[in-house]
């Protein structure tokens, strides 16, 4: 039998739980996806059943893929929300990527928002995606994906919000852009997030983008991002003299390797364009092949462009230095300096599994000579990782 002392106890406890339910304090962070077993109707009651004045983050996905809220699900909850004053961030789940409605009603909650993430945004959904942005006056950071938009329209609408919110000629307050998810459909060049990119966004400083091209053409002179620390493009495709991609796929035998001169203009243009860059990672786009075609048609992987010398080349904040589906050798970095560097990651066999580049360096020892250089000029001791061929673990 259960004490008296112990019942009191224990509604004592329950008291306490209900009223730290209702202490707004307690509520600065909502997740609708860690509520795994919510329902729809209980979507609808969240925001009378819990106070959200002090929310500062929302995050709007669903708790797993059985989940089957509507759209009048989604609309009813956010109306109730009351969180218009202190929200400061907000990701979003893949069908506000994909459905109108609720975008619109995302409206009244995003005034002071300065952090904003969407997954899967569809080219349907852009326009009302770019009326939520404008009222957001004190965005800084942004993160999204999807896989029908051209991606370079997209960022000109966005840089052009600045004037929107604070007359003509004001550029915009974007501190952070970030491409996240798949990447598919149009190729934009990487003069672009190099130069225009930074031009209409000048405050900045970390830049993630997927699905480039690159070829032997140099940076116009003048152009740059003076603030950028970080810098990351994926799904590069280096190609030679001026030509252009015009997708963001490869698929099957290509007819000839990637452009090494194209390696070379585009690390020129990241030192002369990035002044106080911290990070740099660069991942090279590798067509794809499967094992039947390898089979069946005899299809092979084009070898890796190889990073010819740099020599000159000086990025003097420079701590880690990513390079994926990139051919190296022993003369790639002489003549190069980095001396704040702390961390190199390697990539090389891994595009292709041909393993060519651990046939020439089969052994750590072998492969000092190639970083040699970068590890001379750094004034502390760098921490240096290689992956083992056919997608191994990263290796120290």
């Given amino acids: 039998s259960v004490e008296a002392p112990d019942i009191f106890c224990l509604s004592e406890v329950c008291k306490g739980l209900c009223a730290l339910r209702r202490e707004p304090r307690c509520w600065s962070r909502l997740d609708v996806g860690s509520l795994k077993s919510l329902t729809g109707a ?41 969180c218009a004053d202190s929200l400061r961030r907000l990701d979003l789940g893949k069908k506000f990527g994909q459905g109108e409605k609720m975008i619109k009603s995302l409206m009244p909650l995003v ?12 080219a349907k959904c852009v326009n009302v995606f770019l009326l939520l942005l404008r009222e957001c006056p004190n965005l800084r950071e942004l993160r999204f994906g999807g896989t029908d938009i051209s991606w370079e329209f997209f960022l ?12 003509a000629g004001a550029k915009s307050l974007l501190r952070k852009i970030s491409h996240i998810g798949w990447v598919w459909g149009p190729a934009f060049p990487v003069s672009y997030a190099l130069s225009r990119l930074p031009a209409s966004c000048p405050e900045l400083e970390e830049l993630q983008l997927k699905g480039l091209h690159t070829n032997c053409t140099p940076l116009a002179p003048g152009a740059g991002a003076p603030r950028l620390r970080v810098l990351v493009l994926k799904d590069v495709q280096f190609l030679p003299g001026g030509q252009i991609a015009m997708s963001t796929t490869l698929h099957g035998q290509q007819p000839a390797p990637q452009s090494p001169d194209a390696v070379t203009a585009l690390m020129h243009a990241v030192e002369r364009a990035c002044p106080v860059l ?6 090279r786009r590798a067509e794809y092949i499967s094992k039947k075609e390898q089979r069946e048609r005899g299809w092979f992987f084009q070898p890796a462009p190889l990073l010819k010398n740099i020599a000159g080349i000086r990025f003097p904040k ?12 022993t003369n790639s970095f002489a003549g190069v300096e980095m001396p704040a560097l ?41 921490v240096i990782k290689w992956a083992r061929p056919k997608n191994a673990r990263w290796t120290d």
Avoid: C
């Fill in 42 to 82: 209980g979507l609808r009651r969240l925001p009378t059943s819990i106070p959200t004045q002090r929310v500062q983050a929302l995050r709007l996905f669903e708790p797993s893929r059985d989940s089957k809220y509507s759209s009048v699900d989604w609309t009813t909850f956010l109306k109730k929300l009351a």
């Fill in 111 to 122: 005034k002071n928002v300065e952090a904003l993430s969407v997954e899967d945004l569809k």
């Fill in 156 to 167: 000109d609408r966005i840089a052009q919000l600045g004037a929107v919110h604070r007359g």
């Fill in 278 to 283: 911290e990070t740099l990672q660069i991942t």
């Fill in 318 to 329: 420079l701590r880690e230095l990513t390079l994926v589906y990139i051919d190296l050798d």
């Fill in 342 to 382: 702390e961390r190199l990651t390697f990539d090389v066999d891994n595009a292709d599994g041909g393993g060519l580049f651990t046939k020439r360096f089969p052994s750590e020892y072998s492969r000092k000579p190639v970083v040699a250089p970068l590890v001379d000029s750094a004034e502390q001791d760098v």
